[in-house]
């Protein structure tokens, strides 16, 4: 009965079509958004249940070869709320189908179906067990709530620092972040130049340094022995604690697209740590290739 109510669009062609108008008011059918479209045309609704009686006053001669109308009547595409029951009819079953799949969906999202790990694995084997006793496992509705209680036995373990546990889509994302630091082990013998250049500063709290400020070194000459002297001139063996810092100067042809291609492998020739500080670089093109000039401040340490 709800889609009765709904209204069809007319299109009532004919000389003088308004008097279609009375023939339809005198067989009591209601009409709606009356619109003259043209000289022998009108564009008008009148309920559906109305539109059948529309057509028996009105046949269209095109079926009924023996009946004679002055008016023809065409159906025209409805618009808005009034299109509802044909659209859900023509498409009944494509809601069916989204319907269903919407609720397969919101029941499936209550499932797990597996875990990924960020950040680290090493502690793998041990997730999936204190998941399982905890409830969430593949192929299981997930039990939220003890993503804490999962979360503190997991920071038991070595080395962890940080875990995170939580449930996006299908998958749990399981987060395993450790500790950065290690303990620093005490290396052994001298200490020896890695760069070319001149020694600008050397500190030496355990040890005998064997170069002065303002000296050349040569990378791999001996900056600081591991050893020193007694006031009886004997020699003890020691593990060196030192810093040196040398003002180097690298220079080379690169053959290279661009400048920045040239810099690129100059810089990774040069074999600079976090510690070391470029303190200018220089390229020019020649011919084929680039010359590359960089100055750079090189910091080396020995358990310091």
């Known amino acids: 009965m709800l889609f009765g109510n709904f209204r069809q669009r007319l299109l009532i062609e004919g000389i003088m079509p308004?008097?279609?108008?009375?023939?339809?008011?005198?067989?009591?059918?209601?009409?709606?958004?009356?619109?003259?479209?043209?000289?022998?045309?009108?564009?008008?609704?009148?309920?559906?249940?109305?539109?059948?009686?529309?057509?028996?006053?009105?046949?269209?001669?095109?079926?009924?070869?023996?009946?004679?109308?002055?008016?023809?009547?065409?159906?025209?595409?409805?618009?808005?709320?009034?299109?509802?029951?044909?659209?859900?009819?023509?498409?009944?079953?494509?809601?069916?189908?989204?319907?269903?799949?919407?609720?397969l969906t919101l029941f499936a999202d209550g499932f797990v179906f597996g875990v990924d790990f960020v950040g680290t694995e090493v502690y793998a084997r041990e997730a999936y067990a204190t998941l399982e006793q905890n409830g969430v496992k593949p192929f299981s509705r997930y039990k939220s709530g003890k993503e804490d209680l999962i979360c503190a036995q997991l920071l038991a373990l070595d080395n962890v620092e940080f875990c995170s546990v939580k449930k996006s889509g299908f998958r749990v994302r399981v987060e395993i972040r450790l500790a950065s630091f290690e303990k620093a082990k005490a290396q052994d013998g001298a200490m020896w130049a890695k760069h070319t250049g001149e020694l600008i500063a050397l500190t030496v709290l355990r040890g005998t340094a064997l170069k002065k400020i303002g000296e050349k070194v040569t990378a791999g000459e001996e900056l600081v022995g591991d050893?020193?002297?007694?006031?009886?001139?004997?020699?003890?063996?020691?593990?060196?604690?030192?810093?040196?810092?040398?003002?180097?100067?690298?220079?080379?042809?690169?053959?290279?697209?661009?400048?920045?291609?040239?810099?690129?492998?100059?810089?990774?020739?040069?074999?600079?740590?976090?510690?070391?500080?470029?303190?200018?670089?220089e390229i020019e093109r020649a011919g084929e290739v680039f010359r590359v000039k960089i100055t750079y401040t090189a910091t080396e340490s020995l358990n310091l």
């Open 18 to 103: 308004e008097r279609a108008l009375l023939r339809l008011r005198r067989e009591k059918i209601a009409v709606y958004h009356v619109k003259k479209t043209g000289k022998t045309q009108i564009l008008l609704s009148v309920k559906r249940k109305d539109a059948e009686k529309v057509f028996a006053i009105y046949p269209n001669v095109c079926y009924n070869g023996t009946a004679y109308s002055p008016y023809t009547v065409k159906k025209i595409g409805e618009k808005g709320l009034n299109r509802l029951p044909e659209f859900v009819k023509n498409r009944s079953g494509f809601l069916l189908g989204a319907l269903l799949f919407a609720a």
């Open 227 to 281: 050893w020193f002297s007694t006031e009886s001139g004997e020699q003890v063996r020691v593990q060196i604690i030192a810093r040196a810092r040398i003002a180097c100067v690298y220079e080379a042809e690169i053959s290279a697209e661009d400048e920045e291609s040239a810099f690129a492998a100059a810089y990774l020739a040069l074999g600079l740590t976090e510690h070391d500080e470029i303190k200018s670089r």
